[in-house]
């Protein structure tokens, strides 16, 4: 028996629309595209959404949007998916990393506002599994010395910050849709921005550099193909309909989790912060202090064989090989984010998981603590 890590969740209402969209002569660039970017604005609030190929593609676009690129510096998080600090390097321009809050695991307010510098042309924050805690505190030090913030909120549809959603902290927000997010469109990603210049920007750049004029061999500047077809879109319109349903999934599945983990003191579990309204993206439980990387290692490794899928979400941006290899980075550099990255173990996680397979997967991780102590 396996329990994954994560699952999509697709109904026959999925299948159909995409079904839908095969029978049509509409592709790419159809119908499609439109509804899916109306319904996306709308449900986070914004003016304009714009659809892209993934959430990488996206990130990539805003900076260039931005007009960001070599001899530029963005201020990031090492504690992250990679593509948050890699797809400033596809811009050209270099990151710049700072330690984050211990207990949010977010970029930490007070170290963004000692990095800004001369060559500081974005800060580019994450909501590390779905949690939207700091992002206020954030967005001030943005603001007070006027630098644009790219929020990359891959990990946090549906979350919210005293009643302000992940996505619109930022001059531009940037959603994900890879099967493990919190809907899916196979691939595919979302620039949402309150920014006529940017969002059109972002339009022309997504489709091979093309214009508002010019038509179809018209090119005005150096672009990419980084849209996202039709029959993406169709799976993420029905996605997003479903979207409150699916937050309450997952909060159910993290309440599961919350209720059998939280008297051992051996975890640290995770809660929501006050203001906080978190859509669970994954669960993510750390070893208490004392517990050492190798621990932890045991810990991954004794679940896998028990036939229960974990990850160690996230292994430090800065110390992985190629990273460290060009801008030098050493252990000790961000010591909060290589503690932090020490100790999780990220638990099975995905809309569908049953009560009966979250208690499996919690005793199994006692039984495993139990051994190792
Ligand atoms: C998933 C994710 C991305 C990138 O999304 P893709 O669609 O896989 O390119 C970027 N940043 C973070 C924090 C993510 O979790």
Same mark, same amino acid.
């Given at each position: 028996m396996q329990i994954y890590l994560s699952r999509p969740d697709i109904t026959e209402d999925e299948i159909e629309a995409v079904c839908e969209v095969l029978h049509s002569p509409n592709l790419s660039l159809g119908p499609k595209l439109p509804e899916f970017e109306q319904a996306f604005a709308e449900y986070i609030g914004s003016r304009r959404a714009v659809a892209v190929s993934s959430g990488t593609s996206g990130l990539h676009l805003c900076l260039l949007a931005m007009g960001i690129g070599p001899g530029d510096e963005v201020v990031t998080t090492p504690f992250t998916f990679i593509a948050s600090a890699t797809s400033i390097m596809m811009a050209g321009a270099s990151p710049v990393f700072v330690d984050i809050d211990p207990v949010s695991l977010n970029i930490d307010a007070a170290g963004v506002e000692s990095a800004i510098g001369d060559k500081t042309r974005a800060i580019l924050p994450v909501e590390v599994f779905g949690n939207p805690a700091g992002f206020d505190e954030i967005c001030h030090v943005a603001r007070k010395h006027d630098v644009p913030v790219i929020e990359d909120s891959c990990e946090a549809l549906g979350s919210a910050l005293n009643g302000k959603k992940a996505g619109t902290f930022g001059t531009v927000g940037v959603f994900a849709f890879y099967p493990n997010k919190q809907i899916t469109t196979g691939e595919g990603g979302m620039i949402l921005t309150d920014d006529d210049f940017l969002a059109d920007m972002c339009v022309s750049l997504r489709n091979q550099g093309r214009g508002k004029a010019g038509g179809w061999l018209g090119h005005e500047r150096l672009g990419y193909n980084f849209r996202l077809s039709d029959i993406n879109c169709a799976l993420g319109i029905v996605q997003l309909s479903r979207i409150e349903q699916i937050k309450a999934k997952r909060r159910q599945v993290a309440e599961w989790y919350q209720e059998m983990l939280a008297e051992d003191q051996r975890l640290i579990v995770p809660r929501e912060a006050k203001g906080c309204d978190v859509s669970w993206f994954v669960f993510v439980v750390r070893l208490s202090e004392g517990f050492t990387l190798e621990h932890r290692n045991i810990v991954l490794e004794a679940m896998t064989e028990r036939g229960i899928q974990v990850s160690?979400?996230? *292994? *430090?941006v800065h110390l992985q090989p190629f990273m460290a290899e060009k801008f030098g980075y050493k252990q000790g550099d961000f010591p909060v984010t290589e503690s932090v990255s020490k100790s999780t173990i990220a638990l099975p996680f995905y809309n569908n998981l049953g009560r009966d397979q979250v208690a499996i997967v919690c005793k199994t991780l006692k039984e495993v603590l139990d051994r190792i102590l």
């Amino acid at each position: 028996m396996q329990i994954y890590l994560s699952r999509p969740d697709i109904t026959e209402d999925e299948i159909e629309a995409v079904c839908e969209v095969l029978h049509s002569p509409n592709l790419s660039l159809g119908p499609k595209l439109p509804e899916f970017e109306q319904a996306f604005a709308e449900y986070i609030g914004s003016r304009r959404a714009v659809a892209v190929s993934s959430g990488t593609s996206g990130l990539h676009l805003c900076l260039l949007a931005m007009g960001i690129g070599p001899g530029d510096e963005v201020v990031t998080t090492p504690f992250t998916f990679i593509a948050s600090a890699t797809s400033i390097m596809m811009a050209g321009a270099s990151p710049v990393f700072v330690d984050i809050d211990p207990v949010s695991l977010n970029i930490d307010a007070a170290g963004v506002e000692s990095a800004i510098g001369d060559k500081t042309r974005a800060i580019l924050p994450v909501e590390v599994f779905g949690n939207p805690a700091g992002f206020d505190e954030i967005c001030h030090v943005a603001r007070k010395h006027d630098v644009p913030v790219i929020e990359d909120s891959c990990e946090a549809l549906g979350s919210a910050l005293n009643g302000k959603k992940a996505g619109t902290f930022g001059t531009v927000g940037v959603f994900a849709f890879y099967p493990n997010k919190q809907i899916t469109t196979g691939e595919g990603g979302m620039i949402l921005t309150d920014d006529d210049f940017l969002a059109d920007m972002c339009v022309s750049l997504r489709n091979q550099g093309r214009g508002k004029a010019g038509g179809w061999l018209g090119h005005e500047r150096l672009g990419y193909n980084f849209r996202l077809s039709d029959i993406n879109c169709a799976l993420g319109i029905v996605q997003l309909s479903r979207i409150e349903q699916i937050k309450a999934k997952r909060r159910q599945v993290a309440e599961w989790y919350q209720e059998m983990l939280a008297e051992d003191q051996r975890l640290i579990v995770p809660r929501e912060a006050k203001g906080c309204d978190v859509s669970w993206f994954v669960f993510v439980v750390r070893l208490s202090e004392g517990f050492t990387l190798e621990h932890r290692n045991i810990v991954l490794e004794a679940m896998t064989e028990r036939g229960i899928q974990v990850s160690n979400y996230f *292994p *430090p941006v800065h110390l992985q090989p190629f990273m460290a290899e060009k801008f030098g980075y050493k252990q000790g550099d961000f010591p909060v984010t290589e503690s932090v990255s020490k100790s999780t173990i990220a638990l099975p996680f995905y809309n569908n998981l049953g009560r009966d397979q979250v208690a499996i997967v919690c005793k199994t991780l006692k039984e495993v603590l139990d051994r190792i102590l």
